[in-house]
């Protein structure tokens, strides 16, 4: 019965990012396949594959009866639950509500600036999802405005009057860093759906961006207790920039290795503590403190982590880690600001990375064009990759959910418990 549930099913997820901008929650979307999926049975595989650094999950259905069946079971313990608001005209969803309210269960009422919960069922939701339009998200950048020019003068407010935005909510719709900025900093927004990674970049056109500051700083602490090579390369690999760069110094001429290293951990290993060390001293001179750079980098690392999972790398660490790295590098343009195949030639990645990243062909392919497409709340085209490629719902369903049980512990969520 499990399976027939993931098999049943379109999942999709997008990122939920919290004050200090890292992983708060993820939203996951549910297309039915057919008719008849088992909220029930849904739920208790969600709960099978959760773990102590999995973070929030909050599940959007995209069927009334699948939401129906949901509220029939839902409790304290499971994801958090949204209900569109447009959708509450339908006793039997408000009868719903209340039940599964009483039962403990956490519901997020969905809707725009215009929409609130019925009287009957105002008190049943734990938060909500504000979808701006592109008339909220102008008057929150007045009211952003307006709020930079009082603390300019020395008047300071908690939060400023006239915003769309809500404390503790989730915002929809965040197309801006300074939007972004207005929710999380000023209004206090519990989180945000996605991020403006584009705007975000948008600082840094036409240079590469520098690696976190943060990262470089942990990575030299941990080293002052001798790791294992394995912390190493997972702290190394938690930021692409850093990863990329490491890989052309140990490829550079005036390092004087006898063959090309292709692999971050091969590269300790020739290195060293101690050259690596040094190596990352000198990287901190070109370091940045952009907290905005930390959503970026997560989701390449997510995207790297679901890569693994989907093909199923298994016990044979050397095929997990080329894997990994294909994951990584695939958007690598967008934070190194330049062609892909410019950046590859100066690391002698397997011809497998190179032919997945720039021309999407080869045996990585079809993982890395399901890991993008399910980067998305459209099943056309999730469903599309898995048809052109052969791949069932099941695997990829459960790939995704392997993926997100882990994720709080690649993006930094439990370091900053004060996200929550």
């Known amino acids: 019965m499990a399976q027939s549930v993931l098999g049943s099913v379109s999942l999709g997820y997008r990122p939920l990012w919290g004050r200090h901008r890292a992983l708060a929650g993820v939203q996951l979307f549910v297309h039915e396949d057919g008719e008849g999926v088992d909220g029930h049975h849904l739920l208790r595989m969600l709960s099978e594959l959760r773990s102590a650094e999995s973070p929030e999950l909050l599940l959007s259905l995209r069927s009334r009866n699948l939401l129906s069946g949901l509220l029939e079971h839902a409790a304290s313990g499971d994801p958090l639950i949204e209900v569109p608001l447009a959708w509450l005209d339908d006793a039997r969803l408000r009868a719903g509500v209340q039940h599964a309210h009483k039962r403990g269960a956490r519901l997020v009422a969905r809707g725009d600036t215009t929409h609130s919960p019925p009287d009957d069922v105002a008190r049943c939701f734990h938060r909500r999802v504000t979808t701006l339009s592109a008339a909220d998200a102008a008057s929150a950048l007045r009211a952003a405005l307006r709020a930079r020019e009082a603390a300019a003068v020395g008047r300071f407010s908690a939060r400023v009057e006239g915003s769309p935005v809500a404390a503790n909510s989730i915002v929809d719709g965040v197309a801006s860093k300074a939007l972004a900025d207005h929710a999380l900093d000023q209004q206090g927004a519990w989180a945000i759906a996605g991020w403006p990674a584009d705007d975000a970049l948008h600082r840094y056109a036409g240079q590469p961006v520098p690696p976190s500051r943060r990262a470089i700083v942990q990575t030299l602490t941990a080293l002052d207790s001798e790791p294992s090579f394995?912390?190493?390369?997972?702290?190394?690999?938690?930021?692409?920039?850093?990863?990329y760069r490491l890989l052309v110094y140990l490829n550079s001429a005036g390092l004087g290795l006898r063959s090309g290293i292709a692999s971050l951990r091969?590269?300790?290993?020739?290195?060293g503590y101690r050259s690596l060390g040094a190596w990352l001293a000198e990287q901190l001179g070109h370091a940045s403190e952009d907290v905005d750079l930390y959503p970026v980098n997560a989701t390449m690392v997510l995207r790297g982590h679901l890569m693994e999972h989907l093909m199923d790398a298994g016990v044979e660490d050397d095929l997990r880690r080329e894997v990994y790295l294909c994951g990584l590098f695939a958007q690598l343009d967008q934070i190194l600001d330049e062609p892909l195949r410019t950046s590859l030639s100066r690391i002698p990645l397997s011809d497998r990375i190179v032919s997945?990243?720039?021309s999407r062909s080869g045996p990585y392919a079809p993982s890395l064009q399901a890991a993008l497409a399910l980067e998305s709340e459209d099943p056309a085209s999730i469903r599309s990759v898995r048809d052109l490629y052969g791949l069932t719902a099941e695997d990829v369903n459960r790939a995704l959910l392997r993926t997100l049980s882990v994720a709080g512990a690649h993006t930094g969520e439990h370091a900053m418990a004060g996200v929550r």
């Open 356 to 358: 997945a990243v720039v």
């Open 266 to 271: 091969h590269g300790f290993m020739m290195l």
């Open 230 to 243: 394995e912390r190493i390369e997972q702290l190394l690999g938690e930021e692409p920039t850093l990863a």
